[in-house]
């Protein structure tokens, strides 16, 4: 199990760490090259499979066996757009979806599952893939193979220049050009064509498979995408939900239980006061100086209440200082590491990576008996990475009703996400990451 010195350092390590998204251009070229050449064939294929099978569907769309033919191609186009999806991200960069697809119920007949594909409208939009894709993969292919063959042929022309047949009859291009008819002036002109092809190979073939894979995108994965964004939105709308009324819950029980009970006994007191006033003034002294103590304490209980909501140092002084301070006045102690570069974020950045911090240090005080913690705030690219780390004896888990569940919603709110490494026996590490 590796030490809080070693989990520390890991994380302070991680605040100069970059990820590298970018391939080397070679290796790029490679994958760009072999997306367009092995794209021509199953183009190729798919067009004359599902062309075929949507003729025959159709033409014999009045009869009964047009119906399963229609199917059959439908579910050819999906296998090929199945294909498509594994392919595009080494083009694109982007993690594989796939989408939605309609299933018939089980124990559905059979005529039921033959319709199933049918009233499907991502099987068409797949169908429509193989089909059209065929024009645009023709054109990236010729494209990436006359490139490559006029970069190799022109770098090398010199190597080959000797083989050549030059007639006395003959004119070459360099001739027409008036460059000469020297085998000097040929290799001179060939050779500058191929530096051209090879400088502009990368930029050429790229732009092929980006215009192969985006419309494969378009298609293929564009509807489960914004299906997929709906989801977390709405997984977000109910985690925002969740976690504000979990903070109104617990600041009503807090006011209930702290300055209610306590403006209740001042109102009390008060009273006794002005019955004692005439009868006993040296006891009507007494009860004021006690009602004065009641609202001084009322008054601190409001003003933590404020703090643990938006205190003011956040909006005046940001989150570093706002930290500090919730730091400073940590029942166990905080060694906190805060990102110098990090600047001041949105409001709604700010107050929620307080909330976690602020809430992770209380369930750390309460129920882990770690005798000293770390934080460390940093930023990589987009990100704000947020570890809290104790020496206490773990166990830690997010379940409804705890802390670590209202920061977990709070992190969904927001875009974020919440990860808990807590063995038995601790260490334990909350991990928290938060766009902005």
């Given at each position: 199990?590796?030490?809080?010195?070693d989990m520390?350092?890991?994380?302070?390590?991680?605040?100069?760490?970059?990820p590298?998204?970018?391939r080397?251009?070679?290796?790029?070229?490679?994958?760009?090259?072999g997306?367009?050449?092995?794209?021509?064939?199953?183009?190729?294929?798919?067009?004359?499979?599902?062309?075929?099978?949507?003729?025959?569907g159709?033409?014999?769309?009045?009869?009964?066996?047009?119906?399963?033919?229609?199917?059959?191609?439908?579910?050819?186009?999906?296998?090929?757009?199945?294909?498509?999806?594994?392919?595009?991200?080494?083009?694109l960069?982007?993690d594989?979806?796939?989408?939605?697809?309609?299933?018939?119920?089980e124990?559905?007949?059979?005529?039921?599952?033959?319709?199933?594909?049918?009233?499907d409208?991502?099987?068409?939009?797949?169908?429509?893939?193989?089909?059209?894709?065929?024009?645009?993969?023709?054109?990236?292919?010729?494209?990436?193979?006359?490139?490559?063959?006029?970069?190799?042929?022109?770098?090398?022309?010199?190597?080959?220049?000797?083989?050549?047949?030059?007639?006395?009859?003959?004119?070459?291009?360099?001739?027409?050009?008036?460059?000469?008819?020297?085998?000097?002036?040929?290799?001179?002109?060939?050779s500058?064509f191929?530096?051209?092809?090879?400088?502009?190979?990368?930029?050429?073939?790229r732009?092929?498979?980006?215009?192969?894979a985006?419309?494969?995108k378009g298609?293929?994965?564009?509807?489960?995408?914004?299906?997929?964004?709906?989801?977390v939105?709405?997984?977000?709308?109910r985690?925002?939900?969740?976690?504000?009324?979990?903070?109104?819950?617990r600041?009503e029980?807090?006011?209930?239980?702290?300055p209610?009970?306590?403006?209740?006994?001042?109102?009390m007191d008060?009273?006794r006061?002005?019955?004692?006033?005439?009868?006993?003034?040296?006891a009507?002294?007494?009860?004021?100086?006690?009602?004065?103590?009641?609202?001084?304490?009322?008054?601190?209980e409001?003003?933590?209440?404020?703090?643990?909501?938006a205190?003011p140092?956040?909006?005046d002084?940001?989150?570093?200082?706002?930290?500090?301070?919730?730091a400073?006045?940590g029942?166990i102690?905080?060694?906190?590491?805060?990102?110098?570069?990090l600047g001041?974020?949105?409001?709604?950045?700010?107050?929620?990576?307080?909330?976690?911090?602020?809430?992770?240090?209380?369930?750390v005080?309460?129920h882990?008996r770690?005798?000293e913690?770390?934080?460390?705030?940093?930023?990589?690219?987009?990100?704000?990475?947020?570890?809290?780390?104790?020496?206490?004896e773990?166990?830690?888990h997010v379940?409804?009703?705890?802390?670590?569940a209202?920061?977990?919603d709070?992190?969904?709110?927001?875009?974020?996400r919440?990860?808990v490494?807590?063995?038995?026996?601790?260490?334990?590490?909350?991990?928290?990451?938060l766009?902005?």
């Open positions: 199990m590796p030490s809080v010195d520390t350092t890991t994380a302070l390590a991680s605040v100069s760490a970059q590298t998204a970018r080397p251009m070679l290796r790029q070229l490679a994958a760009d090259t997306y367009v050449l092995l794209g021509f064939p199953i183009a190729v294929a798919s067009f004359v499979v599902l062309i075929t099978g949507l003729a025959l159709v033409g014999l769309g009045i009869t009964v066996i047009g119906l399963p033919i229609l199917a059959g191609a439908l579910y050819a186009a999906r296998g090929f757009a199945d294909i498509e999806r594994l392919r595009m991200p080494g083009v960069r982007q594989r979806v796939r989408p939605y697809y309609r299933s018939a119920e124990g559905a007949s059979v005529w039921r599952r033959v319709i199933t594909p049918i009233i409208s991502q099987s068409w939009l797949d169908l429509a893939h193989g089909i059209i894709k065929f024009p645009i993969a023709l054109f990236s292919f010729i494209v990436t193979i006359t490139w490559w063959a006029g970069a190799i042929g022109g770098c090398l022309y010199w190597s080959y220049a000797w083989a050549i047949p030059n007639g006395p009859d003959d004119q070459d291009l360099a001739e027409l050009l008036g460059l000469g008819d020297s085998i000097g002036a040929r290799i001179a002109m060939y500058a191929g530096i051209f092809f090879l400088i502009t190979l990368p930029v050429v073939v732009g092929c498979a980006l215009l192969e985006s419309f494969g298609l293929l994965t564009g509807v489960a995408e914004m299906r997929n964004r709906i989801t939105l709405e997984e977000q709308k985690a925002a939900v969740s976690a504000e009324a979990n903070a109104l819950r600041l029980r807090d006011i209930h239980d702290g209610q009970q306590r403006l209740v006994r001042l109102a008060l009273g006061a002005q019955q004692q006033m005439e009868s006993d003034p040296d009507a002294r007494r009860t004021l100086d006690e009602a004065l103590t009641q609202t001084r304490d009322t008054l601190a409001l003003r933590a209440l404020s703090r643990g909501i205190p140092i956040l909006v002084r940001g989150l570093p200082s706002a930290l500090a301070a919730l400073a006045r029942v102690p905080v060694d906190l590491t805060v990102d110098p570069k001041r974020l949105e409001p709604s950045v700010e107050n929620t990576a307080y909330f976690v911090v602020a809430e992770a240090l209380t369930n005080a309460k882990s770690a005798t913690c770390w934080v460390v705030v940093s930023r990589l690219g987009e990100q704000l990475k947020i570890d809290i780390i104790d020496d206490g773990g166990g830690a379940s409804k009703g705890h802390g670590l209202g920061i977990a709070r992190l969904t709110a927001n875009g974020g919440l990860e490494l807590s063995p038995v026996g601790g260490p334990t590490e909350v991990r928290a990451e766009p902005c």
